[in-house]
């Protein structure tokens, strides 16, 4: 393989990866400790990256969301190269994808890795009551932090807690949640534990499904 080159047109990398997420950064870096002469092309539009199993441990209370965002720039390995944009399409008859702007990028090899869109309006009400009337989860960097509070200041009176479906986005990270809680002390905690049976509402997996959706 040769490095980046003129393509008629536009420009012609090694690889393109679509995504500067877990996937893609891990991609990069795992292709470049192999072959440090590829010439790797990252499409991101975002200029932060997040740790999202971290948000399990946000909620319990465990990790500051804080600490689960990092400069995109950071964790981009040294060699690749870093695009701050976005595909709007993929061109596969002409090893090309397309970008926001209309500009087309050549490759040799496409790696796409633009994580899962969720859709939280699949669950009627959901959008307007989350982050607030007790309503929250996990798998937001803005909510992570609010699911801690709701625990701290827990009184009684019923918490529920839902569970994924296998086929969606790391769908054990409920379970985590539900033995983190319990693992920890204080009095929202003893609270808390005395409520096992509220963290097995299986009756929610059915709407959830809906929630996730592909890119
Ligand atoms: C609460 C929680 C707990 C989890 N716990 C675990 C765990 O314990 N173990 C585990 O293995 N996994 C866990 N996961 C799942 C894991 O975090 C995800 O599978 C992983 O982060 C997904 O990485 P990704 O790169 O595919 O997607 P993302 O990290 O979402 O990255 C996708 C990237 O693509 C970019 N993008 C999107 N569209 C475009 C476009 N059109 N053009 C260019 N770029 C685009 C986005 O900006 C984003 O940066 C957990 C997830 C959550 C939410």
């Not at 536009?10 to 690889?15: F, K, N, R």
């Amino acid at each position: 393989m040769s490095n980046k080159s003129a393509k008629a047109g536009g420009e012609l990398h090694d690889v393109v990866i679509v995504g500067g997420g877990a996937a893609g950064i891990a991609t990069a870096a795992s292709v470049l400790a192999r072959r440090p002469d590829l010439d790797i092309l990252v499409v991101e539009p975002q200029t932060k990256h997040y740790y999202q199993p971290g948000w399990t441990f946000v909620g319990g209370g465990v990790f500051t969301a804080a600490s689960t965002e990092r400069d995109e720039e950071s964790v981009m390995p040294r060699r690749a190269h870093w695009l701050k944009s976005a595909v709007a399409a993929f061109a596969p008859e002409a090893n090309e994808v397309i970008l926001d702007n209309g500009e087309r990028i050549g490759y040799r090899v496409l790696v796409a890795a633009p994580g899962i869109k969720l859709d939280w309006g699949a669950v009627e009400g959901l959008p307007e009551t989350l982050g607030k009337n007790g309503v929250t989860s996990n798998y937001r960097f803005d909510l992570a932090p609010y699911t801690w509070r709701l625990v701290q200041e827990f009184r009684g009176g019923g918490a529920r807690s839902s569970r994924n479906p296998p086929c969606q986005s790391n769908a054990p990270a409920p379970h985590r949640r539900r033995f983190i809680f319990p693992a920890m002390s204080g009095s929202a905690m003893e609270r808390l534990k005395k409520q096992p049976s509220s963290f097995t509402t299986r009756a929610v997996c059915s709407s959830e499904s809906r929630i996730m959706s592909r890119r």
